[in-house]
C-alpha cells in the first residue's frame, strides 16, 4: 500500500478535525498539525480552508458508505434494513457520547449563509442520501410494509432532516432519549 | 422610556451578531461595534463571550415568546394553533430567505461539546420551548383531534426536534421545500 499523499492527510486530518472543532473553530495550523505536514504546504493542496471543508463533505460521505450499504441488504426485508440503519447510525453517536454529531449537520448549521461552495456541496451530498433512503421507501412500499399515500421523496427528506435535528439535540442532552424519540414516532407513525 | 444600558445594547447586539454569523465566527470587537460601546466594556458586563452566548440564548426565547402566545389561543382550536404557529415560522424563515435558521439550533451544533454552560442553557430552553408544544398536542388529544396512542411529550420533542433539522435543510437549500415535508408528514402522518 503506498503512503497517503501530504494531499490525503490533510482530508483525512480535515474530516476529523472539522467534525471536532467546528469549521470556525479550526485553523489551518490544527489541521497541518494534526496532518503532520508543514503548515505552508497546506495552500499547494488546497486554495483555502473552505475549499478543504467542502471536500470533507465529500469524503464524510464517502466514509459512511458501509454503513448505507444496508439499506440495499436484499437478504433483510425493506422496512427491517431501515431499523438497522437508523439503529447503527444510534449506536455510533451512542458510543461516541453524543459528541461532534453528523458533520452534514453541522456545517449546515455553521456554513450555509456564509460559504457558497460549502452549501453547494451540502446540497449535493443530502440529496444523495435521501435518494438512498427513499430508494429502500419506495421497496419497502412496493412489499406492502409502508402505505403509499404519500411519497417515498417526501419521506426520506423528511426522515433525514428529522434525523439530523434529533442528532443535534442529543449532543445537547448527552442522551439517547432524541434518537429513541424519532425511532419510535417514525416507525409506529410514518412507516406504517 | 430609560435609553437601553450597555449591557442591554451589549446582549441585543450579541443576538443578533451571534445568530448572524455564529458563535466562533464573531468576534468581541464585532459586537461592541454592533453595540455602539467601547470594547473594553465587555468584560464589565460579561464575563466571557460564552457567557453573553449563554445569555443571548434566553434572549433569544424571551423575543419569540409572542409567536408562542398562539399554543394557547383558545379562540382556536388545539390542531389549528400549532399548524398556525409552524406556518407562521415558516413565513419568518422564507421572509428571512432562509438566512441563518433557528439560533437553539446553530448554538447546538457549534457548542454542544465546546461550552458546558452553553449546553446546559440549551437544555432549558428546548425544555420549555418542548413544554409549550406538549401542553398544546395534550389539549388536541383531549379534543379528540390527535390519537392518544402516543403521549404528548414524546411528540412534541420529536416536532421540535424535526422542527430544526427542517429549518436546517432550509437553510442549504434556500428554498421552502423541507419546512412544506415537514408540514406534510407532521399533519397528516403524526397529528392525527
Redesign the interface.
Given at each position: 500500500m503506498p503512503r497517503p499523499s501530504a494531499r490525503e492527510k490533510l482530508l483525512s486530518a480535515g474530516l476529523d478535525t472539522l467534525h471536532?472543532?467546528?469549521?470556525?473553530?479550526s485553523g489551518v495550523q490544527e489541521i497541518t498539525d494534526a496532518a503532520g505536514v508543514p503548515k505552508g504546504s497546506f495552500y499547494n493542496h488546497f486554495e483555502s480552508k473552505e475549499a478543504l471543508g467542502a471536500e470533507v463533505i465529500d469524503r464524510c460521505f464517502q466514509t459512511t458508505s458501509a454503513r448505507r450499504a444496508i439499506l440495499s441488504d436484499e437478504s433483510l426485508s425493506p422496512l427491517e434494513r431501515l431499523r438497522r440503519y437508523f439503529d447503527g447510525l444510534a449506536a455510533a453517536l451512542e458510543a461516541a457520547e453524543f459528541?461532534?454529531?453528523c458533520l452534514l449537520?453541522?456545517f449546515?448549521?455553521?456554513l450555509?449563509?456564509?460559504s457558497r461552495l460549502v452549501?453547494d456541496r451540502?446540497?449535493s451530498v443530502?440529496a444523495a442520501w435521501t435518494r438512498a433512503i427513499e430508494g429502500c421507501i419506495r421497496d419497502a412500499q412496493r412489499a406492502g410494509e409502508v402505505r403509499k399515500d404519500?411519497d417515498a421523496a417526501?419521506?426520506a427528506?423528511?426522515l433525514?432532516?428529522?434525523?439530523?435535528?434529533?442528532v443535534?439535540?442529543a449532543?445537547?442532552?448527552?442522551h439517547a432519549?432524541?434518537l429513541e424519540?424519532?425511532n419510535?414516532?417514525v416507525f409506529?407513525?410514518?412507516l406504517r
Open positions: 471536532r472543532r467546528g469549521f470556525n473553530g459528541a461532534y454529531g449537520g453541522n449546515s448549521a455553521e450555509a449563509d456564509q452549501r451540502l446540497s443530502f404519500m417526501t419521506l427528506a423528511f433525514i432532516n428529522a434525523w439530523e435535528g434529533a443535534l439535540r449532543r445537547v442532552e448527552k432519549a432524541p424519540q424519532f419510535e414516532v409506529s407513525k410514518i
